[in-house]
């Protein structure tokens, strides 16, 4: 199956980055729509029943007879001398209940339903008699479902220049990040491509010098030495595919079981000539069991190395790493005993470039902070996380992954 080139793949990038703005937007609008469309039709509706009592309070308050009540209203009226009402009175009226009710007394107000036609119909005693108005919503319930219709057609169309913006926008807004993923990735690329002819020459010449000493069984140390060279380069170049691969933006390769403990028993010991050669004590401390991650061997080598060294190079005369099992969380915790983190780093000292200043006596080239940073990467990519705190006068990084 082929793949995209990277620059394709940053264009869909873009394009989908472009689009999920312009649908967030548009859903944050079509929210932002309902409930408005949702207010004023509540707002019209109060004012409308508000209007509608009002006039009918008006109409019964002047009812004298029953032949002139304002449009849409018709009027029933009941005193000693009988019962009257306005020509064309609805199928349904008057209501009788509410004539009854009114002649105890009692003021009634509803909406009653005849023929799917609704009616605000209210009945009250006036002077020595019951009047019953009716009055039709047909009028009012058009009015309200033509400022529906308006209200939504405005919506709709605010809705569509709100995607189509949004997706302009955030396409404006991505476009410099994928440019800048773009020139990672290429930096990465090319520090890839010069690296990887040196260290295929360093083991070439590694398994040649290898191959000569097999010749001679005397020569067992050195021979030693030389094996642990031969695997440094393999994992270092393991560790270069590692670094293409997360730069990749076509995906990497596939994921498989890591046997932890295992992996952190060989770091620890690829780490052991570091530690003699600055005179730190570097001890391992785990549990019985074989624990498996699921993840990149390369990419948690890289990461447990880097911890290491951070450590060893912090400290003042021992590193200590411990492996436990919780659970179904596998958790790492490599403390040192130097002069701890600064405190006004801690909180974004797994960010690029993070420097404080330095707190101990130790000499060599200043250190960039990318250490710990490609740790979170690592850590993050595998669902786990990484924290530091300060213990004892020390650093203690904690890291922390899902069992396999």
Known sequence: MRRRPARTA???????????????????????????????????????????????????????????????????LQNIRGRQATAGLPAGFPQEDDLRAASAGEVRSREVTTERVEYEVRTEPHDGGVVQAILSLRTAHRERDRLVRILLGCGVAGLLLAAVAGAWLGRRAVIPLARSLSLQRRFVADAGHELRTPLTLLSTRAQLIRRELDRDDGRATVRSEVDGLVTDADRLAAILDDLLIAADPRGGSARGPVRFADLVGQEVEAARPLADQRGIRLRLEREPGDPVVDGFDAGLRRAVGA??????????????????????????????????????????????????????????????????????????????????????DGAVFRVTLPRG
């Open 10 to 76: 940053d264009a869909a990038m873009v394009r989908r980055a472009s689009l999920r703005v312009g649908l967030q937007t548009a859903g944050a609008v079509a929210l932002t729509v309902i409930a408005l469309v949702g207010v004023a039709v509540l707002v019209v509706l109060r004012d409308q029943h508000q209007s509608q009592n009002e006039l009918l309070s008006a109409t019964i308050a002047r009812a004298d007879d029953v032949d002139d009540p304002p449009a849409g209203v018709w009027l029933v």
């Open 307 to 392: 911890l290491l060294d951070n450590a060893i190079r912090h400290a003042a005369g021992e590193v200590v790493a411990t492996e436990t099992t919780q659970g179904n969380r596998i958790v790492l915790t490599v403390a040192d005993d130097g002069p701890g983190i600064d405190p006004a780093v801690l909180p974004r000292l797994f960010e690029r470039f993070v420097s404080g200043e330095r707190r101990h006596t130790g000499t060599g080239p200043r250190r960039y902070g990318l250490g710990l940073a490609l740790v979170a990467e690592v850590v993050a990519r595998h669902g786990g996380t990484v924290s530091a705190h300060n213990e004892n």
